[in-house]
């Protein structure tokens, strides 16, 4: 029903990608691969994917201009980026490109789940088990529409999910937007209710409790991928964020 096209000059990347999720059972009948941004666009144009994912960086190549040259064409593809790089710069060129979402390398299983659940749902008209579009329009730690987010707070929000495993701060965002970070801080604090390390950590904690319990990873690799180098310190926020230990959501989950 749908068609799907993935674009990496890495074949590995490539051939994990079409292993990452059960294409089939999402209704993607046709998975097409290409290793070159013109490849791409030619592709683009020949087979009208649905969905395609580009690597931000493809040799000398940016695939977001790749998509650029390709919306001049008004074909309807809906597109993601996945980037090794963390830098805000890729995504807001990614984001002014119209794509659905930015994904770091390694991509997450659960992240690229998420993401073509809401694209099916909201902007191919499909359907994925009991979901609804109105959960996926909602922010999960703010449980509010991000409609009902004002640009700013959005782009704040949109640099906690590409970087939360590094080492994010409101300094290091405020810095970025050549603002002061405490009038930054109290902007978010008074849109959101949370201030910035809180929202932070609560991001992070969500994420471990996913991975925990889908995953049979070790719980010092999952508090690693979240962004915690010290595993005293993740033991210690998981514990005041849930109630309870890593082990004990997984005996349970």
């Known amino acids: 029903m749908y068609k799907l096209l993935i674009l990496d000059d890495e074949p590995q990347i490539l051939e994990g990608m079409k292993r990452i999720l059960d294409w089939e059972q999402y209704g993607f009948s046709v998975i097409e691969t290409c290793e070159s941004t013109e490849e791409a666009i030619s592709k683009v144009v020949e087979l009208m994917p649905d969905v395609a994912i580009f690597d931000v960086c493809v040799g000398k190549n940016l695939g977001y201009d790749a998509i650029r040259k390709l919306n001049e064409l008004h074909i309807p593809t809906k597109y993601v980026i996945m980037s090794g790089y963390s830098e805000f710069k890729y995504a807001q060129e990614a984001l002014r490109c119209g794509v659905k979402d930015y994904l770091l390398k390694p991509v997450e299983r659960t992240k690229l789940q998420e993401v073509i659940e809401k694209i099916i749902v909201e902007d191919l008209g499909g359907t994925v088990g009991n979901i609804s579009s109105e959960r996926l329009k909602k922010d999960p730690v703010l449980d509010v529409s991000y409609d009902n987010i004002s640009k700013l707070v959005n782009r704040i929000l949109l640099m906690i999910k590409t970087e939360y495993a590094q080492n994010i701060t409101l300094k290091s965002v405020a810095e970025r937007f050549q603002m002061n970070s405490t009038y930054l801080g109290q902007l978010f604090l008074k ?15 969500l994420l471990a409790q996913e991975r ?17 180098n010290n595993l005293n310190y993740f033991y210690t926020h998981f514990h005041s964020f849930f109630g309870k230990s890593p082990s004990d959501l997984r005996g349970k989950g």
């Open 191 to 205: 849109e959101t209710k949370m201030k910035f390390s809180e929202y932070l950590m609560a991001y992070r904690m």
């Open 212 to 228: 925990i319990q889908s995953t049979g990873e070790k719980i010092s690799y999952i508090a690693y991928s979240v962004g915690y």
